[in-house]
């Protein structure tokens, strides 16, 4: 198996308000549709289930990411078809309003495909972690 770890991001809610959010992941839709439509754009074609993300893409088609276990330390999403995948949204509190949030992926991925496709993972891993910095600092002033 094949991992593509994101860099850590700090985001400023604590760590109970995003495994809140992972309960029910229509809620993230409200805030997606509040970030700027530069940032909107680079998710593409993608809509939230209550337990469930899903990515269209072009050349992969749709990818959906089934939440499968939920805790304070860590989101666990799989996704099924060619090449199964998980991806590990790792919670580290640093206080009480403060989180480091961490994307692992890992997939069963043939060694010859791995230059075509690990860049994009790699960037995927990476645009999670901003992406929910991104979400709660939109939340963060809507309540202001």
């Known amino acids: ?6 860099k850590p991001v700090t985001v400023n809610v604590p760590v109970q308000t995003i495994v809140d959010r992972f309960g029910d992941l229509t809620s ?24 469930a993300i899903v990515i269209k893409n072009p050349q992969a ?3 959906r990411f089934q939440v499968t276990e939920r805790t304070y330390e860590m989101i666990k999403m799989v996704s099924g078809g060619i090449m199964p995948m998980e991806m590990l949204i790792s919670l580290q509190a640093i206080d009480e309003r403060h989180t480091t949030v ?19 993972l790699q960037k995927a891993a990476d645009q999670f972690g901003t992406l929910m910095a991104n979400i709660t600092a939109q939340d963060t002033t809507d309540n202001d």
């Not at 198996?1 to 994101?6: D, H, R, V």
């Not at 961490?102 to 994009?120: D, F, H, Q, S």
Request: charged letters at 25%.
């Open 1 to 6: 198996m094949t991992s593509y770890n994101g």
């Open 28 to 51: 993230l839709q409200n805030s997606i549709d509040k970030l700027p439509e530069e940032q909107r754009s680079r998710l593409g074609d993608t809509r939230f289930e209550k337990d």
């Open 61 to 63: 088609g749709e990818i």
């Open 102 to 120: 961490t994307t692992t992926i890992n997939i069963e991925i043939p060694l010859m495909l791995r230059p075509l496709v690990g860049p994009y």
